[in-house]
């Protein structure tokens, strides 16, 4: 096939900043179950002590033991009160950490909620009971556990930080705000409170409530990695890169190899176009939890967004995602891509049809499964699939380019022109587009317009906007 007759397969449109946030919903189990069981930990002992003098030995060796992650031996010393005690709330939460920690995680919540109904008061229970919810990935039924805690103790800061947190999470920005702002007024809020209060301000594009918060917990906390984070985003908000970089290095060296940190420290390099640093991070967030896809494919996109990408290297981050995580829509889609680029055009599309099963509203995996077809002189086909990617998203311009480069070939020289035509309007520095509309009014003997476009194809050229870098045009786009 003639090359100029088709639209390239790299006109990859990715939003680095969608796929880089992790909501609740979507974090990996092995993420979420290593939250839990740090978070777990915390109110252990408070679960063993909340009992006062009807607290037995056996309950605070079992605490003890659970900390140690002496997990039999907990369970003995649990199983001995629970004979004599079937529904002492206290021992049942213990036993729902141990079943949390094996993995064990409907057993975990079960015990939990049998806790709370035989002392409704016992903090310790609904903590756990929250986490629990959040790592099945069901955020109103954390809130209400937290809510209950809060209601319970009003002055518990690790609920108040962690609801601040979960409606962040969600995007309920307003709530989130209003929930700190009335905290504030009882008590002085916590550097991690502040972080969150700037965060939700700078998601709402309060740039500078964003910026006097992060400010207030650098005052409280020189180096604290997420403020200073949070003022890079902000300096580059205001247009100011200079500052962001030297936030986002300042931020660099307390880092403290905290995945999460790691992660958002990338999404920043990202948007500053440091792609080293990005890769760094990204690669170092996955030394210390390898388990979390979501790092392998943020990996790979960065990759692709490289000057001269490595093919390779993204498809075996996107592997690796599809490993830990096997039905990610996303994952398969980017890979499916790679392997198109690579012209694997059999392997690509079992991974493009598997994404669209998971994500049937994507453009782009019509679009590309529709250039394989294309690529394999299955006209109809592809006519069939760059329809449904344009349907999807109407200003999708490559989707309209390739469209009209099949009608060309087919010779339906009308709706070719349409299609061009709609393309080139949406993308005018589309070389393929100009250079097919050469051809069709050459067709047309339209000499004249013909040669309008193929001057403007010279202009471009001497631009540096040549067919062979178009491919460059579409890199991932800049987290916001």
């Not at 103790?153 to 307003?174: I, T, V």
């Not at 049809?353 to 294309?374: H, N």
Request: with cysteine; proline share 4%; net charge neutral.
């Amino acid at each position: 096939m003639n090359s100029h007759t088709s639209t390239d397969s790299s006109t990859h449109r990715v939003d680095v900043s969608e796929k880089m946030r992790i909501p609740i919903n979507t974090m990996s189990i092995g993420r979420r179950r290593g939250i839990l069981a740090l978070l777990l930990l915390l109110v252990v002992l408070h679960s063993a002590s909340a009992q006062g003098d009807i607290s037995t030995k056996r309950l605070e060796r079992a605490a003890a033991l659970i900390v140690e992650n002496r997990l039999d031996e907990a369970e003995q010393q649990l199983a001995s009160v629970l004979r004599v005690a079937p529904n002492k709330a206290a021992a049942l939460d213990l036993l729902g950490t141990v079943r949390a920690k094996q993995g064990r995680l409907d057993e975990a919540g079960a015990l939990f909620t049998r806790a709370i109904r035989a002392d409704k008061k016992l903090i310790g229970a609904h903590l756990n009971l929250a986490y629990f919810y959040l790592l099945k990935g069901m955020p109103e039924k954390t809130a209400l556990e937290l809510n209950e805690v809060l209601h319970l103790d009003p002055e518990n800061a690790d609920a108040s930080y962690k609801l601040a947190w979960l409606l962040l999470s969600q995007g309920r920005y307003d709530e989130c705000i209003s929930f700190i702002e009335k905290a504030k007024a009882s008590r002085p809020l916590t550097v991690p409170m502040l972080v969150v209060l700037g965060d939700a301000y700078l998601k709402k594009g309060d740039v500078d409530q964003a910026d006097k918060t992060y400010l207030a917990a650098i005052g409280e906390q020189s180096q604290n990695a997420d403020a200073l984070l949070g003022l890079a985003r902000v300096s580059q908000s205001r247009g100011n890169p200079e500052a962001a970089v030297e936030y986002l290095m300042r931020a660099k060296d307390f880092l403290a190899d905290s995945p999460d940190r790691l992660y958002k420290f990338a999404v920043a390099a990202v948007a500053l176009k440091l792609i080293d640093d990005a890769i760094w991070a990204l690669k170092r967030a996955i030394e210390v939890r390898p388990e979390e896809p979501s790092y392998y494919l943020v990996l790979g996109i960065v990759q692709l967004g490289l000057k001269n990408p490595d093919l390779q290297d993204a498809e075996e981050s996107f592997r690796e995602s599809l490993k830990r995580q096997p039905d990610n829509a996303q994952a398969q889609l980017h890979l499916g891509y790679v392997l198109l680029k690579q012209k694997r055009y059999s392997d690509a599309r079992v991974w493009l049809e598997k994404s669209i099963l998971k994500q049937t509203r994507s453009p782009e995996a019509f679009y590309y499964l529709g250039m394989i077809a294309q690529e394999q002189n299955d006209n109809e086909k592809a006519i069939q699939l760059l329809q449904k990617a344009i349907q999807l998203e109407p200003a999708f311009a490559y989707a309209h380019i390739a469209l009209g480069a099949v009608h060309l070939k087919l010779k339906n020289y009308s709706l070719a022109q349409q299609e061009l035509e709609i393309g080139v309007k949406m993308n005018p520095q589309s070389s393929k587009a100009h250079y097919n509309l050469a051809i069709l009014y050459a067709r047309l003997k339209d000499p004249q317009r013909a040669q309008e476009e193929m001057r403007i194809i010279e202009k471009l050229k001497g631009e540096g906007k040549t067919q062979e870098n178009e491919a460059d045009t579409v890199a991932p786009t800049t987290p916001r």
